[in-house]
């Protein structure tokens, strides 16, 4: 099992260095550059100035020299300064991360909750009316655009109703408020968002969870189970659900990069400064060391997700387990 | 000097709005909130880096130039009192206001001007209004109160450049500006200070006590972002936005509500800019100018706007915002004639000669693209009409929309492209010499390839002399010169459309809009919103 981990950490170690290379070339082939992105047709910029602008972020330079400047920095975990702002790049991923972890952990944590059962009672009920509703119902939430959702509840629950904020994640007297309040205030703003994004990736996890423990239901130590005379909600909850749980330990392994992405489109509707907004915004400016950051960490996630997912899938089936340690 | 700035406009106005506000605290106390939102994040508060219209926004009211424009886009002081032109237009001599002090206590002198304009052409500094400085010969400080510019050879726009936000040398001297924390905890000598930046979500601003103009009625100033402008207008619905620009849409069909109309003053008047059909003149199908007039007669403008903007905008006629003093009256829009158009095109040598409803001339048909750019519904909107027209007259038009940096790159840069639908912005100070003059064809802006002696002679001439009347003359023929010539097709100026909260007194819609006065504007007492309980 270590050595199994080890082999496993090892061998993220090229897989990372080439999705970094292949990140830079593409962001670089991209047409435009900061400095165009910069100058957006204005008529006072001046060539000399765009000039002076590339030779500030190192543009001119030929681009392996970049690359390997940019690993150098890496290295000491410096990720560089955004061309646009001039801000340091950690700083500004830092100030992402928060919110957008907030919202994706909840959102995801409903998911899961909610996901799961459906999908196991969608799955005891095959057929039948309950599982047609579920089915029904979640992919119909699946099939709404988020940002009409989004704009339809925003325009119910805060112009209509005015009973909750339509955007962004602090009133704006956050600052003069106690502690309690500040608590309210932002559960009232991250209300919508939640429910949203939970809404529109319930259909996903409560599908799987259904094909998945009708799978097992389908085996034939289900079978001897029942024909044992064991209950059937112990058949049903104890022997099916652990083992049609297992691939949802790796889905919810593979959903750990997801925690830090942040969606664009539904950022951008209720003002949320997170993940997906950096990231947009960057690509269009031709941020590159914020664009490389960004992906920098997602690629490091989602390696991190699949390493957990596989050591999580490994330690829960057995089976696994003795074949490595043989 | 509170007077003077005082504008003499709104003082009937005024008067009936204290007596119906009848507030015990009197006209124009101190106090409340506005709350107004941006789409984008500023980026760079330092004036000379603060490109962006966020950014230049929430600059000018920290930092103050030597000069500004009123509320009539006519030049007067800020920092300057006073400027005498000396030599022909070659001096400036600035006269100082005294008693000024930064944000931070220390006081303003000629010496800040001195560094402003030396950061300013430092060739380590990237500001792409350096441009406007390369023409100083040399800048003297005579005494603290008293700079002398000198050029070297008369410069129109040189008066106007000194409205560049002046910086203060005791907290920038020796500090790389690209990096400098100063960038977002700016100090300036402008009515309001920065106090809270809030990455993504707000800046707020506090009035500025010591404001030479004196202290502003608002007491702050609050700056959401807000990257939706779906979301924006429904912040506004809910009173959570105190002002936001409306789409015309939005001013037209979904802001008719008592609600609405209650609570909200709109406002309607020519945004300083103007949307174009430009022709890439190296292209052989557009060098013949009876072809562009053809191409222009054949574009319904009026449909344009009334379709793309619900009739709130005007057709225009050159680069010049109209009703301005450079703007020639005479011009007049080209008249809508698909028939004319067509006798032109057949002289110019077009004719349909298989029948298939497009033109050719020697065995090649007239079909060219229109490129533009992603994210402008408004414009995506203007390049279908003009398809539809240019049709009828027997031209194939393909319409190309393109993300902005692939658009700049690799199609305007590199002249790949038959014709653009654009927009300009237009600064205060007249000059066009960038985007028409010659030389300024290749790396420049007249991408076009725009190259007419007697244009390039007006250019010249017009940002040589100083006296806004001769000028006037110049611009005045320039603006016949291109309406005969036709490089671009001038479409339309749209109308601005802002909508502000009613509680908000002494707004007034000038040709510089209507955040001119804005540290003038105030809540009555019993009307305000925000910043009550803290006086509990």
Redesign the interface.
């Known amino acids: 099992m270590k050595s199994y981990g080890w082999k496993r950490l090892l061998g993220l170690v090229p897989l990372f260095l080439g999705i970094t290379i292949l990140s830079f070339a593409v962001i670089h082939l ?4 900061p400095s ?12 000399q ?1 765009r000039d ?2 590339r030779e ?1 972020y190192g543009l001119d330079r030929p681009l392996l020299v970049q690359y390997a400047d940019w690993v150098r920095r890496l290295a000491r975990l410096d990720f560089g ?1 955004s061309f ?4 340091d790049v950690r700083e ?1 991923i830092a ?2 991360i928060p919110v957008t972890l907030l919202i994706n952990a909840l959102s995801l944590g409903l998911i899961f909750l909610v996901g799961i059962p459906l999908g196991v009672a969608g799955a005891v009920h095959e057929g039948r009316p309950l599982d047609r509703v579920i089915t029904a119902g979640t992919l119909a939430a699946f099939s709404m655009p988020a940002f009409w959702l989004a ?1 339809l509840l ?2 119910v629950f ?2 209509h109703l ?1 009973a909750l ?6 009133s ?2 956050y ?2 408020m106690t502690w309690a309040e500040k608590w309210v205030d932002v559960a009232r703003h991250l209300l919508l968002p939640v429910l949203v994004s939970s809404l529109t990736g319930l259909a996903g996890i409560s599908r799987f969870a259904r094909g998945s423990m009708l799978d097992a239901l389908r085996q034939n130590y289900i079978r001897t189970a029942r024909a044992k005379g064991i209950p059937e909600r112990r058949v049903l909850y104890r022997h099916a659900l652990g083992n049609a749980l297992l691939p949802i330990i790796t889905l919810m392994g593979l959903s750990v990069p997801g925690l830090l992405g942040g969606s664009v489109i539904f ?8 993940m997906g ?2 990231f947009f ?1 960057s690509v ?1 400016t ?1 941020d590159y060391p914020v664009i490389m950051g960004v992906l920098v960490l997602g690629a490091f996630l989602t390696l991190l997700g699949n390493l957990l997912a596989d050591l999580g899938t490994a330690a829960a089936d057995p089976r696994t387990k003795t074949g490595l340690l043989s | 000097m509170q007077a003077r700035s005082f504008p003499a406009l709104f003082g009937a106005g005024f008067f009936l709005l204290v007596f119906s506000a009848a507030s015990a605290a009197g006209p124009a106390g101190h106090g409340d909130f506005f709350v107004t939102a941006s789409i984008a994040e500023p980026v760079n508060l330092i004036p000379f880096f603060a490109t962006d219209s966020a950014s230049a926004q929430i600059s000018r009211l920290v930092f103050n130039g030597l000069v500004k424009y009123d509320k009539d886009l006519r030049l007067t002081g800020d920092l300057a009192e006073r400027w005498d032109v000396l030599d022909d237009g070659l001096v400036i001599l600035f006269h100082l206001r005294k008693g000024v002090r930064w944000q931070d206590g220390a006081p303003f002198t000629a010496e800040d001007v001195e560094f402003t304009f030396q950061r300013l052409t430092d060739p380590a500094v990237p500001t792409p209004y350096g441009g406007d400085f390369e023409k100083v010969k040399s800048l003297r400080v005579l005494d603290p109160y008293t700079v002398e510019v000198t050029y070297k050879e008369p410069f129109a726009p040189a008066l106007a450049s000194w409205g560049m936000g002046i910086v203060p040398r005791h907290l920038l001297r020796g500090e790389n500006l690209l990096s400098a924390g100063f960038a977002r905890k700016p100090v300036g000598t402008g009515p309001y200070r920065l106090s809270r930046w809030k990455s993504g979500e707000k800046l707020e601003l506090e009035a500025n006590p010591d404001y030479f103009e004196g202290r502003p009625f608002i007491d702050r100033y609050v700056c959401r972002i807000v990257p939706d402008p779906a979301t924006i207008f429904l912040e506004l619905l809910t009173e959570n936005l105190d002002s936001a620009g409306l789409t015309p849409l939005q001013y037209r069909r979904q802001t008719q509500s008592v609600f609405f109309e209650k609570t909200f003053a709109k406002f309607r008047y020519p945004s300083h800019a103007y949307t174009y059909l430009g022709y890439n003149l190296k292209n052989p199908l557009f060098s013949d100018r009876r072809v562009r007039k053809a191409i222009g007669m054949a574009i319904p403008k009026k449909e344009i706007i009334d379709v793309t903007l619900l009739g709130l905008g005007r057709v225009s006629t050159g680069p010049f915002l109209p009703g301005t003093w450079a703007c020639n009256p005479e011009v007049q829009p080209t008249v809508f004639d698909p028939e004319k158009a067509g006798l032109i095109l057949r002289e110019a040598g077009w004719r349909d000669s298989d029948g298939d409803g497009v033109l050719e001339k020697e065995g090649k048909k007239f079909s060219f693209s229109i490129l533009t750019n992603q994210g402008n519904e408004t414009r995506k909107m203007s390049c279908e009409i003009i398809q539809k027209s240019l049709r009828e007259i027997g031209i194939e038009v393909q319409i190309h929309v393109v993300e902005w940096g692939t658009f700049l790159k690799e199609f305007i840069d590199k002249k790949r492209f038959e014709a653009a639908l654009l927009a300009w912005q237009l600064p205060e100070d007249p000059d066009p010499y960038d985007i028409f003059h010659s030389s300024r064809a290749d790396g420049g802006f007249n991408f076009i390839s725009y190259a007419s002696p007697e244009a390039d002679r007006l250019l010249e001439e017009g940002r040589r002399l100083i006296s806004e009347n001769e000028r006037a003359g110049v611009y005045h023929r320039l603006h016949e010169v291109l309406n005969e010539d036709e490089p671009y097709t001038f479409l339309y100026v749209e109308d601005a459309l802002p909508a502000v909260h009613r509680r908000f007194r002494g707004v007034e819609a000038a040709p510089a809009g209507i955040g001119h006065n804005f540290i003038r504007w105030f809540v009555p007492d019993p009307e305000r919103r925000y910043g009550v309980e803290r006086a509990k």
């Open positions: 991209a047409p435009g550059g165009d992105a910069k100058a957006a047709f204005n008529p006072k910029m001046t060539a100035a002076r602008l500030i300064r646009v702002d001039g801000r500004k100030e992402a704009l925003i325009s805060g112009v005015r904020p339509v955007s962004g994640v602090h704006l007297a600052e003069e950022e951008t509707i209720f003002s949320i400064p997170g907004r950096l915004n269009f031709r």
